[in-house]
């Protein structure tokens, strides 16, 4: 099992920035991509930005040049640094890894944290 903890959401007032981070614990050989995904109120979960094991990194359309992921494997920590926000960024963004077990597993599994909520004000 595998969990992750997000922090550092909060209210900040557009044009301000915000820095998540999300912490993996638990038990687990690798973990492959991790990255935030985000849900507003009333439509679906989608996309922020992912990161993979070899420093790859995939962000959505609408956050690429203002937003930065990052991830420090030695502390199991990804941040996702949010500059330049707009009221249009206020969702509940979630932590979400995709691992892999064990050495001899090539089976990924999938986790998502429990979410934090970042509120842009105009």
């Known amino acids: 099992q595998v969990q992750l903890v997000e922090s550092g959401g909060g209210l900040v007032q557009a044009g301000g920035s915000l820095r998540l981070s999300c912490a993996a614990s638990?038990?687990?050989?690798?973990?492959?991509?991790i990255g935030w995904y985000r849900q507003a109120p009333g439509k679906q979960r989608e996309l922020v930005a992912t990161i993979n094991s070899g420093g790859s990194t995939t962000y959505a359309d609408s956050v690429k040049g203002r937003f930065s992921i990052s991830r420090d494997n030695a502390k199991n920590t990804v941040y996702l640094q949010m500059n330049s926000l707009k009221p249009d960024d206020t969702a509940v963004y979630y932590c979400n890894a995709v691992v892999r077990p064990t050495m001899i597993s090539f089976q990924l599994r999938e986790y998502w944290g429990q979410g934090t909520q970042v509120t842009v004000s105009s």
């Open positions: 638990g038990s687990y050989f690798r973990i492959n991509d």
